[in-house]
């Protein structure tokens, strides 16, 4: 696999459109953070990390749904920062999704954070995806 990131947000897109509960990924030290940046700001429900035979682990995920209308929480994930080609983002021109409703996903030095946070600490970093 060349890009687990984007198998990870597929994984995650694919799972909401047949309305799963609970999703199965395998686990990465970069995955995890992105599921707690999610879960921080309430894409989904809980997670959990989980230990296996390999030692490489999985990551339980309880994707969260409107009670009402059953719509996924997250309408639309979408990889930028691709192996064949980086996005990186200066701090002083970190991107806004939705202008602001959304959020955009970050890898920087401080670790994996939102461009909120990011503007925040004054930090730059590479745009891993965008979420709303």
Do not use: W
């Amino acid at each position: 696999m060349t890009d687990p990131i984007a198998d990870y947000l597929t994984r995650l897109r694919n799972a909401m459109k047949a309305k799963h509960r609970v999703l199965d990924i395998p686990a990465s030290n970069v995955k995890k953070e992105i599921t707690k940046v999610l879960h921080e700001k309430g894409y989904i429900l809980n997670y959990k990390f989980e230990d296996t035979k390999n030692h490489q682990g999985n990551i339980k995920i309880a994707l969260k749904y409107d009670p009402e209308t059953k719509k996924p929480a997250i309408y639309h994930l979408e990889r930028v920062s691709k192996p064949g080609l980086r996005k990186y983002s200066p701090a002083d021109s970190l991107p806004r999704v939705l202008n602001g409703m959304g959020v955009a996903i970050l890898s920087t030095s401080k670790g994996v954070i939102t461009d909120k946070e990011a503007r925040d600490m004054n930090v730059g970093g590479e745009v891993l995806c965008y979420v709303y």
